[in-house]
Nanobody
Framework: QVQLVESGGGLVQAGGSLRLSCAASGRTFSRYAMGWFRQAPGKDRELVSAINWNGRTTYADSVKGRFTISRDNAKNTVYLQMNSLKPQDTAVYYC???????????????????WGQGTQVTVSS
């Protein structure tokens, strides 16, 4: 069972930047895709970005060009660099891990089986 711990959330003004981190433990990190999701009040949880085990990435249209996902397998950590933040980016951000090792491509949202506790990101206008 993998354990995921997010950090890096906070309050930032519109146009600012934050970097989220997610530290993983409990299994071989490098073999699994990782994703960042977010959930705003009253809305469904949505996939923001994902990176598979060999570095292929995907982004939601709403964050393309502003957010960058990356991973450091030596540190068992996945990052989400968020630039040009907007008030509509306000949400709880969750890190998640794929349930299948060495998957070809990026997993569908429903295949992320392990979750962190979430970190709050608030963007003020």
């Amino acid at each position: 069972q993998v354990q995921l711990v997010e950090s890096g959330g906070g309050l930032v003004q519109a146009g600012g930047s934050l970097r989220l981190s997610c530290a993983a433990s409990g299994r071989t990190f490098s073999r699994y895709a990782m994703g960042w999701f977010r959930q705003a009040p009253g809305k469904d949880r949505e996939l923001v970005s994902a990176i598979n085990w060999n570095g292929r990435t995907t982004y939601a249209d709403s964050v393309k060009g502003r957010f960058t996902i990356s991973r450091d397998n030596a540190k068992n950590t996945v990052y989400l660099q968020m630039n040009s933040l907007k008030p509509q980016d306000t949400a709880v951000y969750y890190c998640a891990s794929d349930s299948l090792a060495l998957r070809n491509g990026v997993p569908p949202s429903t295949d992320f089986g392990s979750w962190g506790q979430g970190t709050q990101v608030t963007v003020s206008s």
